[in-house]
């Protein structure tokens, strides 16, 4: 299997003036279009002129510090080998590694196209190194097993991976310019010191990384004591008109004990619910907006502790009546039969609007439902995109809804990060951008729907759901219905810790395919609704009826656009 983004060749954006723009991109067009040909004649088995074509990109000028010519440099090496040109594929091979090729050695060894080169010593040495750079640059270097109280040194090589880890690839220092990192390190060194626990020290870790401000940017405590920390009750609470408010229950026999969806929190082991989320729970949250650090606080982590310690609650109804329950925290060992709700749900609403839920794009289970059920789709008034509770997951998944609402490519997200040149800090420079254009995602040409759409989002829409927003809104097809989402997406850079915990550090800073920010702010939606105390009492979805008017609106106008 070769490396195929050789064809995809992507524009920087650098401060020269329009004319060098200008050359640079017709440079690019030409390295594009003669690899794309180069990889048509590898495909119809002419290897040899297709190491020449090949073999003319990766010497022009323009190809000099690409991005992607370590990847041509491997596929032309792959080109030579089944040319039988050995030598010279060796010499690319190198300079492919040389280049900082990023494959891994087993995925080398397992494409085929490189089987005469395998018993090579130039082959073998050409590997060993990348091998040898691969594990110098791994994110397992600190990795250790789990034991209740880790050696100091542990504890600091644990604190010091995360700290310059983040320090050469964070995107966001500049949005906390009151921050001062360094400082901050050394703040926690005498903590992370005297930590008289594992649990102890993840904890103090992360606190330390909450001080990023970014949902993508997280310490994960060891599987050894997540029962400790993390375990919840089976019911799910939001900040709601400034009242922690229980917004569901999936355990049934919770009911019993009269706990129901709308009932306050009032305290939460005899301490004031926010006085306790703000001093327990938000200090150790990762969040880049107010309103994710909400719905982390209030939603996700509020109610965590040790499963094997019941939270105790103070409650109120609608009446002004209190009173007091202790409910069982869930572990991994824990009896309690859950209600669990599909990932994707499509029915149709009434007045023949369709409606598509999808709670996370960790598959194309969205995407098949839509298709399954495309003919009532296409025959309804308009369609209902529900991602309010999507956490993310993988892009593409959601770009493949999207297709279906074209004819056109679909402009995704464009993106940068870091570009670090140890030589230009030596010279007295600062890091600069590595700038990447918005990409495309193809139209569906099979399926596509013509009729008008609305999406629903809220500050749980996260991640991947957010590129799915941003993709959205960039079409113009229809309207966002809800709330600003999370506001955090990017591509993190994952690394174990020792213990066995593990964390991620954000890499990427992404925006609209025009440049417009939504990072550290949400993905904005034309039409504003919040959920209230009476809307979760009387079990009524104000977004979702404000979305079928909308919806309905816009198919009494005739208009598929939002603009």
């Known amino acids: 299997m070769r490396h195929r983004s050789i064809v995809t060749i992507c524009a920087l954006s650098i401060a020269f003036s329009s004319a060098v723009l200008a050359q640079e991109t017709r440079e690019q067009q030409f390295s594009g279009d003669w690899l794309e040909r180069a990889q048509k004649l590898y495909d119809k088995h002419n290897y040899a002129e297709a190491a020449r074509i090949a073999e003319r990109v990766v010497q022009d000028p323009a190809a000099r510090n690409s991005e992607w010519l370590a990847g041509a440099l491997y596929n032309l090496a792959c080109f030579q080998a089944m040319a039988g040109h050995k030598e010279q594929a060796l010499t ?28 090579e010593p130039a082959f073998l040495a050409s590997l060993d190194l990348l091998k040898k750079r691969k594990a110098r640059w791994s994110g397992d270097s600190l990795a250790s097993a789990y034991v209740p109280v880790l050696s100091e040194n542990e504890r600091i090589a644990g604190l010091s991976k995360f700290w310059s880890e983040a320090r050469f690839a964070f995107p966001f220092f500049d949005r906390i310019p009151d921050l001062n990192w360094d400082r901050l390190y050394l703040d926690y060194l005498p903590r992370v010191r005297t930590a008289t626990s594992t649990a102890d020290y993840y904890r103090l870790l992360m606190r330390f990384a909450a001080a990023l401000q970014d949902g993508h940017t997280n310490v994960y405590p060891p599987d050894a004591i997540a029962d400790d920390l993390g375990s919840r009750p089976a019911l799910r609470t939001a900040l709601v008109e400034n009242s922690v408010i229980i917004t569901s229950v999936a355990d049934p026999s919770l009911e019993l004990q009269y706990i129901r969806p709308g009932l306050r929190v009032l305290k939460i082991d005899g301490r004031e619910s926010r006085e306790y989320a703000q001093s327990e729970i938000t200090p150790y949250v990762s969040s880049s907006t107010p309103q994710d650090r909400d719905v982390r606080t209030y939603t996700y982590s509020l109610l965590s502790g040790p499963a094997s310690r019941p939270v105790r609650l103070l409650l109120e109804d609608e009446t002004g009546k209190t009173f007091e329950v202790s409910v069982p925290r869930i572990g991994s060992n824990s009896e309690v039969k859950v209600t669990k709700t599909p990932g994707a749900r499509f029915r149709l609403l009434p007045d023949n609007i369709a409606y598509l839920a999808v709670d996370e794009f960790e598959d194309d289970e969205g995407a098949k439902l839509l298709i399954q059920h495309f003919a009532e789709a296409q025959g309804s008034r308009g369609l209902i995109i529900d991602v309010r509770a999507n956490g993310g997951g993988s892009s593409d998944y959601g770009y493949q809804i999207l297709a279906m609402l074209t004819d056109k490519p679909l402009a995704t997200s464009r993106w940068r990060t870091l570009d670090y040149r140890p030589a230009f800090r030596a010279w007295g420079g600062a890091p600069a951008w590595f700038e990447s254009g918005a990409s495309s995602f193809p139209p569906d040409k099979i399926h596509q729907l013509k009729e008008p759409v609305v999406v629903l989002t809220s500050a749980r829409t996260f991640s991947a759901a957010e590129d799915f927003a941003v993709a959205f809104d960039a079409m113009h097809r229809g309207l966002i219905v809800g709330q600003a989402t999370g506001g955090s997406t990017g591509q993190p850079l994952f690394f174990k810790l020792p213990g066995g915990g593990s964390a991620r550090i954000c890499t990427k800073d992404d925006s609209y395919p025009d440049g417009m920010t939504f990072e550290g702010k949400g993905v904005m939606p034309q039409v504003v609704v919040k959920p209230t105390i009476a809307d979760i009492r009387t079990e009524r979805d104000a977004v979702l009826e404000t979305a079928v008017r909308t919806l309905t609106g816009l198919s009494a106008k005739g208009s598929s656009t939002s603009k």
């Not at 300079?95 to 990023?102: C, Q």
């Not at 995925?107 to 490189?114: Q, V």
């Open 92 to 119: 690319s091979f190198a300079s492919a590694v040389d280049l900082g090729y990023d494959h891994t050695a087993a995925s080398i060894l397992a494409d085929n196209d490189l089987t005469s080169l395998h018993q």
